[in-house]
T-cell receptor
């Protein structure tokens, strides 16, 4: 299957700082990438859909100014958590999908802890 | 509103037995349904996709059925092994381009 690399795997930061998470598709061009958030023992909650070269589409209730998404190329999307607070602590996972049938290939996830 | 339910939060099964996981949905008319495996602290991994016109799909020890009348999919792991222990998620496309909605998952524990 396709390989998606997500970096960093874990980050601990102070409240008020911004954190950037990268998601790269290594062996295919991803027209669409997705960002999810997952709470312990809960399912994946879609935050936004990122399309290369255009603005991301955010799900209802997700703050656009809080979670900045950039998809500048067909292999890279970034999520920046701005002015992070302890309530932003969570497991963030990206995925990439190619054209056609909607199988998603996931990164390994980023565990964000805001102190 | 649209809803996806997986029958149980956790399922314990003895090695060698067949594990059966259930995914029920309401207010969807999906063209296909997918199953993913997620290990603790990792991203999900795609396992199988089944289309609305397919009744059954197999891959090695895995079997998926899809009943669009009952709005249900069953996921079977035959001859289960401890290495099969993980959380299994079903996912449906929500009718718009590209997006998947995931069920809450079933945590499978296979013991010796």
């Amino acid at each position: 299957g396709a390989v998606v690399s997500q970096h960093p795997s874990r980050v601990i930061c102070k409240s008020g700082t911004s954190v950037k998470i990268e998601c790269r598709s290594l062996d295919f061009q991803a027209t669409t990438m997705f960002w999810y958030r997952q709470f312990p023992k809960k399912s994946l909650m879609l935050m936004a859909t990122s399309n290369e070269g255009s603005k991301a589409t955010y799900e209802q209730g997700v703050e656009k100014d809080k979670f900045l998404i950039n998809h500048a190329s067909l292999t890279l999307s970034t999520l920046t958590v701005t002015s992070a607070h302890p309530e932003d602590s969570s497991f963030y996972i990206c995925s990439a999908g190619g054209a056609g049938v909607n199988i998603q290939y996931f990164g390994a996830g980023t565990r964000l802890s805001v102190l | 509103s649209q809803k996806i339910e997986q029958n149980s939060e956790a399922l314990n099964i003895q090695e060698g037995k067949t594990a059966t996981l259930t995914c029920n949905y309401t207010n969807y008319s999906p063209a296909y349904l997918q199953w993913y495996r997620q290990d603790p602290g990792r991203g999900p991994v795609f396992l199988l996709l089944i289309r609305e016109n397919e009744k059954e799909k197999r891959k090695e020890r895995l079997k998926v059925t899809f009943d669009t009348t009952l709005k249900q999919s069953l996921f079977h792991i035959t001859a289960s092994q401890p290495a099969d222990s993980a959380t299994y998620l079903c996912a449906l496309e929500d009718g718009t381009a590209s997006k998947l909605t995931f069920g809450t998952g079933t945590r499978l524990q296979v013991t010796l």
